[in-house]
């Protein structure tokens, strides 16, 4: 699988034949896997919190490290699919609404070079 | 864009476009990114908080609730995407490796209906 | 050392003299120590995660487990007095500032319960 | 109040107060006050988020910005103290008991000036 010919939905489908082959639907209240997703996140900045922000940017560099990430960022994204596949959310519909939103939130002529 | 049809590299390049526009790659080393990702999960469990196991399903039929959900969502994957971007992470590719160690660690047989 | 007993300003010193002894200062910078509280937050949280709201009660009855989350959250003051400390914070007032105004936004008689 | 001449039981008494005269603790299983601890913890970190570690530090000087994360970190403590009466924790001692442990896992000769 890569990230140019995979579509969602199949990642999707990982997740719920994961969680369907081990009767786990019963502990995924979205509730319980909001949890899930903000423990992985953390457990992702773990790895970026006591580096400088260059020493973060050299992470991309060193496959050890790099590896490590992805791991984490790869359990992040199984609870946000998990989440999505738990409530029928369609993921890239609502990312294409969400930045019709953020462009008109921050125009980029107004926010370029600024985060605020 | 829907979840069937739409490959990870395309929603990549929304997020990777949106950023460039408003040169914002100058914020987003690793390190921001993770904390943002990790903001965007608590706002995300923000809507969880103080609801019932049976209420945080509930959700799912909500029109209102579902579409401010689906939006907190969204904000976590483009933050995840984001990290992808700027670390040159495969997320497919990550996610179907992390299922394979997640079905060596959890096997189907020992672990179903239990967490642990 | 017993909460009765032990002024704020008495951890602060404990959590201060250790940094000191270490020379970590250089690392806690208010960034880095927030995103210290926020992942120790994350793992007090993942003794909860799958827990039903009833066994989570039941976590105070449960020496080991109690003494785990005991543990975690020892783990998240720690860093909430580092910051206090970097900043200059003083908790207390901090806090019975806070309190007054929480007491404004949630009037008694209005939100006698109901969390929203 | 004081850090100087506060005790933790007192600051403690205010929030269980609180709590009370709203009949909050049937919303305050352990589960959900971790989860409103996680929530005020990404809260904090937002103010730091997109900061130099520079800017960070800078921000003791800076009257507005901080009272603002001095009333994040306020709403940080005070779910740490609302979990630790909901679990009958002793604060001030597991603090110490993890100091205890702290000083072990981290000799001061062996980590001086090195997180890892």
């Known amino acids: 699988m890569n990230d140019q010919e995979t579509p969602i939905a199949e990642l999707k489908e990982l ?9 786990w639907r019963q502990f995924h209240t979205p509730k319980n896997i909001s949890m899930a997703l903000a423990i992985e996140a ?12 260059e020493q973060s940017r050299a992470v991309a560099k060193q496959d050890k490290d790099l590896a490590a990430v992805a791991e ?6 199984c609870y946000a699919l998990a989440l999505a596949n738990e409530l029928g959310i369609d993921l890239a519909a609502s990312m294409e609404l969400k930045m019709v939103k953020n ?3 921050y125009p980029a002529e107004k926010y370029r070079g600024k985060y605020k």
Not at 72 to 77: C, F, G, K, W, Y
């Open 15 to 23: 997740v719920r034949e994961f969680v369907a082959e081990r009767d």
């Open 42 to 53: 953390a457990e992702l900045m773990e790895h970026f919190q006591w580096l400088t922000p």
């Open 72 to 77: 984490e960022l790869a359990d992040v994204v």
């Open 103 to 105: 462009r008109q939130k």
